[in-house]
T-cell receptor, first 114, second 114 residues
């Protein structure tokens, strides 16, 4: 059981370049999320998809786009990378609102924009 | 709107001493509450959660937390710290509704001194 798989694990981009972070989960969860983690700021929600076919902005959506490709996959795209987007990105999935709810996280993507 | 505060961005304890990590939340409705742990260069792992029932919740690795509604708190404790407990700890809150997002606190870095 792989859980939540993110690719790539590491990436260096030049300012202005674009890239897509991939995320897939095999737990049949309806909801998927993208967070960024920066020192002293915890995890901040970028975008989330409550169910297949829907996406919503989180706390820090500027500079990002997302696609919920199907129930398993949720990608995050940086159209024109900026140094401020240097961060560690985590994908998560779960079905909130139930007593058994628990968020499962990928291992993270460490992105550096130079 | 929901929010989470964690008192102390960094906590140091001696090996064998009590661990106390503080978490306070604000929520307009009774929430679900979580503690996650992040070891270096890894994703987040659920330590414990409060959804309903007993307010004292036991988790993995000897940790426990108590939900105190009157104090809007969910502090994490462990009677005796171990070197392997050194990690980043995040408190999080979610509303008791389907398809809602989880909001994380800024995190507390725990150091254990031999």
């Amino acid at each position: 059981n792989a859980g939540v798989t993110q690719t790539p694990k590491f990436q260096v981009l030049k300012t202005g370049q674009s890239m897509t972070l991939q995320c897939a989960q095999d737990m049949n969860h309806n909801s998927m999320y993208w967070y960024r983690q920066d020192p002293g700021m915890g995890l901040r929600l970028i975008y989330y998809s409550a169910s297949e076919g829907t996406t919503d902005k989180g706390e820090v959506p500027n500079g990002y786009n997302v696609s919920r490709l199907n129930k398993r996959e949720f990608s995050l795209r940086l159209e024109s990378a900026a140094p401020s987007q240097t961060s560690v990105y985590f994908c998560a999935s779960w079905d909130p609102g139930t007593a058994n709810t628990e968020a499962f996280f990928g291992q993270g993507t460490r992105l550096t924009v130079v | 709107a929901q929010s989470v505060t964690q008192l102390g961005s960094h906590v140091s304890v001696s090996e064998g001493a009590l661990v106390l990590l503080r978490c306070n939340y604000s929520s307009s409705v009774p929430p679900y509450l979580f503690w996650y742990v992040q070891y270096p260069n890894q994703g987040l792992q659920l330590l414990l959660k409060y959804t309903t029932g007993a307010t004292l919740v036991k988790g993995i690795n000897g940790f426990e937390a108590e939900f105190k509604k009157s104090e809007t708190s969910f502090h994490l404790t462990k009677p005796s710290a171990h070197m392997s407990d050194a990690a980043e700890y995040f408190c999080a809150v979610s509303r008791r509704t389907s398809y809602d997002k989880v909001i994380f606190g800024p995190g507390t870095s725990l150091s254990v001194i031999p």
